[in-house]
């Protein structure tokens, strides 16, 4: 049975049907936390609890801790990228551990930006340290994926475009939003990943709503991809990519072939000047959600509610 794990700024939680019972536990860091499953467990079992609504909730995944990215993979959003799902490798990139932000925090959009996007995003969560060149396969995969949670990978794409710099344009404060929950799955339970649909609103309209199925590369592959170059430790954080629905889209193909016979510099300022007319970019006051379950019901990483604010 999974566990809904909660973090306030002074404790550690277990969510119950009855509300939420703290853990008893020195564990300051996620890393930490995980290795006291024995307090986990007794939390479970208690009987004390406290109205979760009653919490004010920061992100379960703590920083510092490596935060690693797929990029475009889901074949929906490849293809309204202009690409194709056939053909697409399985890519990465690093954000900072400092963009992390609660479920409910404000998302701050830096004075500079004005394309500020969204991308709903199931994370993994792990559990054990992963060496360089460790086998990963199907049977062993819950041995280093601890939980999933809900993640929304923030981007700058007038700063990640036209310098192709997504690090910096993916990892200022609070452009990853994580949470409510850290839900911690067993080995049956991570099996029904590519039932788990994502959704996100923004406010209160549906922009993105996909299952897993659409999903290129599950955790099974691209964990053996990852190992080849990048060691992950228990607590470190790794986002599986993002469905259409996006802001952001491609160009129409003619519109494209035109932009290529064009200086860079030409290119990018036809397309911004197009983007900046684009509605579906974050604006201040904007209301973020993002929720990831399985439709059923059984499987449930909650539903995080963040502030889009411009800072002055």
């Not at 920083?63 to 202009?82: I, L, Y």
């Amino acid at each position: 049975m999974s566990t809904s794990i909660l973090r306030t700024a002074d404790a550690w939680w277990v969510r119950t049907p009855a509300g939420a019972a703290r853990i008893d536990t020195a564990a300051t860091t996620t890393r930490e936390l995980l290795a006291d499953r024995e307090a986990i467990a007794a939390a479970a079992s208690g009987t004390e609890t406290v109205a979760v609504d009653s919490l004010s909730l920061i992100s379960p995944v703590t920083a510092p801790c490596r935060v690693v990215a797929q990029m475009t993979n889901f074949a929906s959003h490849v293809k309204d990228s202009g690409m194709d799902p056939e053909t697409v490798p399985l890519t990465f990139f690093r954000k900072t551990s400092g963009s992390i932000s609660g479920p409910h925090d404000d998302v701050v959009r830096p004075a500079h930006v004005r394309l500020l996007d969204y991308e709903v995003e199931i994370g993994l969560v792990f559990g054990r340290e992963m060496p360089v060149g460790s086998e990963i396969s199907a049977e062993n995969l819950a041995d280093y994926v601890a939980g999933l949670v809900v993640t929304n990978d923030i981007s700058a794409r007038d700063v990640q475009l036209p310098k192709t710099q997504f690090y910096e344009a993916k990892s200022y404060p609070t452009f990853t939003p994580v949470g409510p929950a850290l839900v911690l799955l067993d080995a049956d339970e991570l099996k029904r990943f590519g039932d788990l649909r994502l959704r996100l609103w923004v406010n209160g309209q549906v922009r993105q709503d996909m299952t897993v199925a659409d999903m290129i590369y599950r955790p099974v592959e691209t964990l053996r991809a990852l190992t080849r170059f990048q060691r992950m430790d228990a607590g470190d954080l790794l986002l599986t990519g993002t469905p259409v629905g996006t802001a952001i889209s491609a160009p129409p193909k003619a519109v494209e072939i035109i932009g290529s016979l064009l200086p860079p510099k030409v290119k990018w300022k036809m397309f911004f000047q197009g983007q900046a007319k684009n509605p579906k970019y974050l604006k201040d006051g904007d209301v973020v959600e993002a929720a990831i379950g399985t439709d059923d019901g059984a499987l449930d990483l909650g539903r995080q509610r963040t502030l889009v604010r411009y800072a002055r």
